[in-house]
């Protein structure tokens, strides 16, 4: 059996869920192993964010999004909504900010010493709940999903825009 390893960068935006097709990405990696019958797996190492397989919308809102994504934040929003105060969700609670605090990048994540930075207990859930990986069929050196069946790569964080990592490991013959 043979393994072959990608890990791409995605770019976020913040502020609101970004989703990002990387369909493109996955066939090419499944064309670059040479595998022919497997699988191949995406996963987000973040904690906020998430794999997941839809079809793909032709039509888009004024932000860019396409209709599934539109409503699937509707649905989000009503089951985990943003986390727009403290009070909202537990978390973060005074020894995470301390934790975070004491980071040598913690500027990175409290920019000027700002806490709600780190309101983003609503993309952890939403993340939880979508999951962070896919499995598909590998089927004669191709991505084995039907026409409009797309993968995307979905950063729940709204807090500012980040450059994410995206692995894709094809195995099989």
Same mark, same amino acid.
């Given at each position: 059996?043979?393994?072959? !390893?990608?890990?791409?960068?995605?770019?976020?935006?913040?502020?609101?869920?970004? +989703?990002?097709?990387?369909?493109?990405?996955? !066939? %090419?990696?499944?064309?670059?192993?040479?595998?022919?019958?497997?699988?191949?797996?995406?996963?987000?190492?973040? =904690?906020?964010?998430?794999?997941?397989? %839809?079809?793909?919308?032709?039509?888009?809102? #004024?932000? $860019?999004? #396409?209709?599934?994504?539109?409503?699937?934040?509707?649905?989000?929003?009503?089951?985990?909504? /943003?986390?727009?105060?403290?009070?909202? +969700?537990?978390?973060?609670?005074? &020894?995470?900010?301390?934790?975070? #605090?004491?980071?040598?990048?913690? #500027? %990175? +994540? *409290?920019? $000027?010493?700002? @806490?709600?930075? *780190?309101?983003?207990?609503?993309?952890?859930? &939403?993340?939880?709940?979508?999951?962070?990986?896919?499995?598909?069929?590998? /089927?004669? $050196?191709?991505?084995?999903?039907? =026409?409009?069946?797309?993968?995307?790569?979905?950063?729940? /964080? @709204?807090? @500012?825009? @980040? =450059?994410?990592?995206?692995?894709?490991?094809?195995?099989?013959?």
């Amino acid at each position: 059996m043979a393994v072959y !390893k990608e890990q791409i960068s995605v770019k976020s935006h913040g502020k609101t869920p970004t +989703y990002v097709d990387i369909t493109p990405q996955v !066939k %090419e990696a499944i064309e670059k192993s040479g595998i022919q019958n497997g699988i191949c797996t995406v996963i987000s190492p973040h =904690t906020t964010c998430s794999v997941f397989f %839809e079809e793909f919308v032709h039509d888009y809102n #004024e932000d $860019g999004d #396409e209709f599934l994504q539109e409503d699937l934040n509707h649905v989000l929003e009503k089951i985990i909504p /943003d986390q727009t105060s403290a009070d909202i +969700y537990v978390y973060p609670g005074e &020894k995470h900010y301390e934790a975070v #605090e004491s980071w040598p990048n913690a #500027e %990175e +994540y *409290l920019p $000027g010493g700002d @806490r709600t930075a *780190l309101w983003n207990c609503d993309a952890h859930l &939403k993340a939880t709940l979508i999951g962070s990986s896919q499995v598909f069929e590998v /089927d004669n $050196g191709k991505l084995g999903v039907g =026409t409009t069946g797309y993968v995307y790569f979905a950063d729940f /964080d @709204r807090t @500012r825009p @980040r =450059t994410r990592k995206c692995k894709i490991i094809v195995m099989g013959e």
